[in-house]
Each structure stands twice: as structure tokens, then as C-alpha cells.
């Protein structure tokens, strides 16, 4: 029979290595897993400013480009009754014409031609012919062709602006070509003031009265 003292030590002998070799371990425990870094929201004073929008660039307004110069210039000079007209700054012809006579006067002025009519007939002057009329006034002034031949050279007419009409059909032929909006139709003013510009009126004051 086993005494009790044996009994002791044998449960201490079994015991022993195990507790030395707990006693005794040199083995670190193993690392703890890093704990995840919770980033803190940025302040509201460092948040990044809305970036500035480029200021909107200025809208010049493009100018229009002047208008070309008319082609064709037909002048009439009621102080001599002539007509002279230009082509591309070439005078080409030089006829005698009958403006308004005394109280049917022709108005002075610088007009485009807006009509063209080659037969026409005059509803205000008992159905007088008006052939190659070019109508240059809302009030129905125009320079057309006429048989009153031998009154050519002097004011003679109810205010248009008479030609022969051989010469009235050239010039017709002519508007028609170059086109009204290419067209001017000057017409000088009274005795004593032929349209001229003041510059060139005061060096020559009488230049050109009877050109």
C-alpha cells in the first residue's frame, strides 16, 4: 500500500516540468493587431474654397463695314440742264436734259432710283408717254425719255428730269445693268447753289455753273 508521502511526491514530480517549463519560456505573446486609425473630418474652416470662375470676357460689338460706294452716278445740273453720268468714277456721257419749269421745280437732293419702267404713262399729265422712266422719289419724280426734243437744254417739264429718248434708253439699259442699289441719282441745286461742297465752293465759286 502506497503511502501518502509517496503519493505526494509522485504528484509533484509530474507536475514539476510543466510548471518550469511555464516558469522558464522565453516566447513573446503574440502582437496585438493594430487598431484602425479613424481619421478626424477636416474643420469647416479648412475645407478647400470653391474655385473662381474666370471673369466673363467682354463682347465687343463688331462694326459694320460701310456700305460700298455707288457705281453709278447720274448728275443733273439745273443750272446748266445738262446730265453727266459716271461709271466707276469714267465719265461716260454728257446730255442736255428739261427740268421742273417755274413752279414745278425738281428737287435737289441725292436719291437712289427704287423703279424701273419702260413703257409708262403719266396719270397726272393727261397720259403723257414717259418712256424708260427711272423713278428716283416717292412723289413720282423720274428721269425718263421725251419727244418734246427742242425743249431740251431748258426747264421745261412738270419736275421730272427729261432726256432724249435715244439717250433715255441707254441709260436705262444701264441702271438696269448695274443695278439701282448701285445707283445714284444727283440732282444740284437752285442758281445759286450747284451742290458743291462749301471747301470747293469757296476757292471756285463759279466752277462749275455751267458744266
Not at 21 to 49: D, F, G, I, L, R
Amino acid at each position: 500500500m502506497i503511502s501518502r508521502r509517496k503519493l505526494m511526491l509522485a504528484l509533484g514530480a509530474s507536475l514539476l516540468p510543466g510548471a518550469a517549463m511555464a516558469t522558464t519560456s522565453t516566447t513573446p505573446p503574440p502582437p496585438e493587431a493594430p487598431k484602425p486609425v479613424v481619421k478626424k473630418p477636416a474643420p469647416a474652416s479648412a475645407k478647400k474654397a470653391p474655385a473662381k470662375k474666370a471673369p466673363a470676357k467682354k463682347q465687343v460689338a463688331k462694326k459694320k463695314a460701310p456700305p460700298p460706294p455707288p457705281r453709278l452716278i447720274v448728275t443733273i445740273n439745273k443750272v446748266s440742264q445738262k446730265m453727266t453720268v459716271e461709271l466707276d468714277g469714267d465719265t461716260l456721257y454728257k446730255w442736255p436734259v428739261s427740268t421742273g419749269a417755274p413752279g414745278y421745280e425738281t428737287p435737289s437732293g441725292t436719291y437712289r432710283p427704287f423703279r424701273l419702267e419702260r413703257e409708262h404713262f403719266s396719270k397726272e399729265w393727261d397720259d403723257a408717254p414717259m418712256p424708260y422712266s427711272i423713278f428716283f422719289t416717292g412723289r413720282g419724280h423720274a428721269v425718263h425719255g421725251s419727244y418734246h426734243i427742242k425743249s431740251l437744254g431748258r426747264r421745261a417739264s412738270h419736275g421730272c428730269v427729261r432726256l432724249h429718248p435715244d439717250n433715255a434708253a441707254k441709260l436705262f439699259a444701264l441702271v438696269q445693268k448695274t443695278g439701282t442699289s448701285n445707283t445714284r441719282v444727283v440732282v444740284k441745286g437752285g442758281f445759286f447753289s450747284d451742290g458743291a461742297a462749301v471747301s470747293a465752293k469757296a476757292k471756285k465759286p463759279f466752277a462749275n455753273w455751267f458744266n
